[in-house]
C-alpha cells in the first residue's frame, strides 16, 4: 500500500510539473488612456480593480501555480473585455462616467469584486469609505449638463414603420405594440439625465398583480423606454427628445445561455439595433448580474401584492385610497416631470378618451416623493404618493392630497394655473 502511495504522489507530483507548462500568456502593456478622474478616485481603481480590469499583469504568488492560473486568467482576459481602465479614457467623457456608475453598482451590490477573488485577495475588498468616495466623484443629482444643438438631427431623423424594424443582432424581434403595454414603474435618472417608463405585456403585469416575479413567468415581457430630460425655467424637469427602447423577453429554456432572458435595444427615433453584432448581449447580462437573485431584474414593479424575502417590489407607490373619483394607475402614462429641490416625481395619466381625444377626456397628475433606487445608483423611483390632480374635459379640477385623501379647496387664480400646466403637458414622443 505504502509503495502505491508514493507511486501515485510522484505521478501526481509529475503531472502537476508539466501542467506547469502549459502557460498561455497574459497580455500586459502600459496603460494607452487611463480614465478621465481625480488622482484619489484613480487610487482606488487601481487598488480595488485593476488586478483585473486593467492592462496591468497583477497576480498574487499564488496566483501563478497551474490550475490556479488558468482560473485567474480567464477571469482576467473576460474582465477586460467588459471594462478596462487602461483603455476607458480614450472613450467620451459621458461614456467614461456610466461605465462608473456600472461599476459602483456592482460594489455596492455585492457583485464585484467577484466574492471567489475576494476570498484569496482581500486588499482588493472596497472599503465604505472608498465607496463614499467614488459616490461623491459621481455626483449624480447635479445639474443637467449644457445640452449640444442635436434639436435639428433630431428633427430630421426618419421615423421608421414599427413592423419594418429590424431584430436585435441576436435575433430578438422587435414589439411593435410595446407602447399599449401597461406601466410598472418609472425611474428618474440622474446617472445619466433621462426619464424611463417600464412596461410590461399582459404576462409580465399579471405576474406584477399576483407578485409572482420571483422568478418571472415564460412569456413575460418587460419594455424601459427612455427620454432626455429638459429643465423648465422653475427649475423642475420634464421629459424631452426619444433615447431607446430596450427589451426583456423571458423564456427560460430558449435564453438558458444568457440568464433566461432574450435582450434587446434600440436607439433613436429610427429604431436602430444597439451593437455591432451579437456579442452586445454581454453587457445586459453582465450589467444585469448583481440582481441575479431578483432574475436580472433591476425594476421594483409597483404593485400591492408582497412578495417575501428581499426588496423585489414597490408597495408604497401604489398607496392610493379608493375614495378617489378615479384609480389612474391603471390608465396610460403620458409623460414624466420631477422636482429635484422638492424630491417628487409626477406622472400624466390619461383615460382612454384622453389617449384618443375624444369626449369624456381625463387625465390625472400622480405625484409622489422620491426615495433612492435601491438597485442602482444615481436612481430615483416613486415611493408614497402626495397628490393626484384631475383635469376632466380640459374644464373641472380637482386635486386630493394625502395623507388624509381630502380634496383641496384652493382659489380660482391657483386652479386657472394648474389648469394651464396639466394642459400644457404634452404625451411624451415614440417612435
Not at 206 to 220: N, T
Amino acid at each position: 500500500m505504502l509503495k502505491r502511495l508514493v507511486q501515485t504522489v510522484c505521478v501526481l507530483a509529475f503531472l502537476f510539473l508539466i501542467a506547469q507548462m502549459v502557460r498561455p500568456s497574459i497580455p500586459s502593456q502600459p496603460a494607452a488612456a487611463e480614465v478621465h478622474a481625480p488622482e484619489n478616485v484613480r487610487q482606488i481603481l487601481r487598488k480595488d480593480c485593476y488586478s483585473c480590469h486593467s492592462d496591468e499583469r497583477r497576480l498574487a504568488w499564488f496566483d501563478e501555480p497551474v490550475p490556479a492560473y488558468w482560473l485567474v486568467r480567464k477571469d482576467i482576459l473576460e474582465a477586460r473585455e467588459h471594462l478596462n481602465f487602461s483603455t476607458l479614457g480614450s472613450k467620451p467623457d459621458a461614456v467614461q462616467k456610466a461605465t462608473l456608475y456600472e461599476a459602483v453598482n456592482m460594489i455596492q451590490l455585492g457583485a464585484m469584486p467577484l466574492p471567489r477573488f475576494l476570498a484569496l485577495h482581500r486588499d482588493a475588498r472596497v472599503t465604505q469609505e472608498e465607496l463614499a468616495t467614488l459616490k461623491d466623484y459621481l455626483s449624480p443629482w447635479g445639474p443637467l449638463p449644457v445640452p449640444t444643438d442635436t434639436k435639428g438631427a433630431a428633427a430630421t431623423t426618419t421615423r421608421i414603420a414599427l413592423d419594418s424594424v429590424k431584430p436585435e443582432w441576436n435575433g430578438l424581434a422587435f414589439e411593435p405594440t410595446f407602447a399599449t403595454w401597461r406601466p410598472i414603474s418609472f425611474t428618474d435618472r440622474g446617472d445619466n439625465h433621462t426619464f424611463r417608463f417600464i412596461l410590461g405585456n399582459d404576462v409580465a403585469t399579471k405576474a406584477v398583480a399576483e407578485g409572482k416575479i420571483s422568478p418571472w413567468p415564460d412569456g413575460a415581457k418587460l419594455a424601459k423606454i427612455a427620454w432626455k430630460q429638459e429643465a423648465n425655467s422653475d427649475g423642475t424637469l420634464r421629459a424631452g427628445d426619444f433615447i431607446q427602447m430596450e427589451l426583456m423577453v423571458k423564456d427560460a429554456k430558449k435564453y438558458a445561455s444568457t440568464a433566461g432572458w432574450g435582450w434587446g435595444r434600440w436607439r433613436g427615433l429610427d429604431l436602430q439595433p444597439y451593437g455591432k453584432d451579437a456579442s452586445f448581449v454581454k453587457e445586459c447580462t453582465g450589467c444585469h448580474l448583481p440582481v441575479k437573485g431578483d432574475d436580472n431584474v433591476y425594476t421594483l414593479p409597483m404593485t400591492a401584492a408582497t412578495v417575501p424575502g428581499a426588496e423585489i417590489v414597490n408597495n408604497h407607490a401604489v398607496m392610493l385610497p379608493a375614495s378617489l373619483p378615479y384609480q389612474p394607475l391603471t390608465w396610460t402614462p403620458m409623460t414624466m416631470l420631477a422636482d429635484p429641490t422638492k424630491r417628487t416625481i409626477s406622472v400624466l395619466y390619461g383615460n382612454d378618451a384622453a389617449v384618443q381625444n375624444g369626449a369624456g377626456a381625463v387625465v390625472a397628475l400622480v405625484t409622489w416623493a422620491e426615495r433612492d433606487d435601491p438597485h442602482w445608483f444615481g436612481g430615483r423611483i416613486p415611493d408614497s404618493p402626495v397628490r393626484v390632480e384631475f383635469l376632466a374635459n380640459g374644464a373641472e379640477y380637482q386635486q386630493f392630497a394625502g395623507p388624509q385623501w381630502t380634496k383641496v379647496e384652493s382659489s380660482a387664480n391657483f386652479v386657472a394655473q394648474r389648469k394651464e400646466l396639466l394642459l400644457s403637458l404634452k404625451p411624451v414622443s415614440l417612435p
